[in-house]
């Protein structure tokens, strides 16, 4: 069984998590707060210390989501890296579908709303 594809997102599989390896073990070092330093005195330098591709020291640079998942980027690495910034999960998800933040917290509700009536069986047509 393959994974089915969802247009615009890509399948993180094995081969796409060997692709972003690098960055993702960049974006984990990210945890400890002399490596955050060390980031931020020098972006560059802290990404070749990792072996970032060009691809990928793109996607860091331009602080854009669907670039850093392009590169191989897992969101839940991501997040650390967001984390410098301020930012956190949602922030991200809604950068990705082109939301405002509060938008894309309002759709997670609707969504929750929704599978907790489907659940409690109010909802059957689903």
Same mark, same amino acid.
């Given at each position: 069984?393959?994974? *089915?594809?969802?247009?615009?997102?890509? $399948?993180?599989?094995?081969?796409?998590?060997?692709?972003?390896?690098?960055?993702?073990?960049? !974006?984990?070092?990210?945890?400890?707060? %002399?490596? /955050?330093?060390?980031? *931020?005195?020098?972006?560059?330098?802290? !990404? &070749?210390?990792?072996?970032?591709?060009? @691809? @990928?020291?793109?996607?860091?640079?331009?602080?854009?989501?669907?670039?850093?998942?392009? &590169?191989?980027?897992?969101?839940?690495?991501?997040?650390?890296?967001?984390?410098?910034?301020?930012?956190? $999960?949602?922030?991200?998800? &809604?950068?990705?579908?082109?939301?405002? #933040?509060?938008?894309?917290?309002? /759709?997670?509700?609707?969504?929750? #709303?929704?599978? %907790?009536?489907?659940?409690?069986? /109010?909802?059957?047509?689903?």
């Amino acid at each position: 069984m393959s994974a *089915k594809p969802i247009p615009g997102t890509p $399948v993180f599989t094995g081969a796409y998590a060997m692709r972003g390896y690098a960055l993702n073990k960049m !974006c984990f070092s990210l945890n400890a707060p %002399e490596n /955050r330093a060390a980031f *931020k005195a020098d972006e560059d330098a802290y !990404c &070749a210390k990792y072996g970032l591709t060009p @691809q @990928q020291r793109e996607a860091i640079r331009s602080r854009t989501v669907a670039k850093l998942i392009e &590169a191989g980027g897992n969101v839940y690495y991501l997040a650390k890296f967001a984390g410098i910034f301020g930012l956190n $999960v949602q922030d991200l998800g &809604a950068q990705q579908t082109g939301l405002t #933040v509060d938008e894309f917290k309002a /759709r997670l509700q609707a969504y929750s #709303v929704h599978n %907790e009536d489907v659940k409690a069986g /109010r909802l059957t047509n689903v």
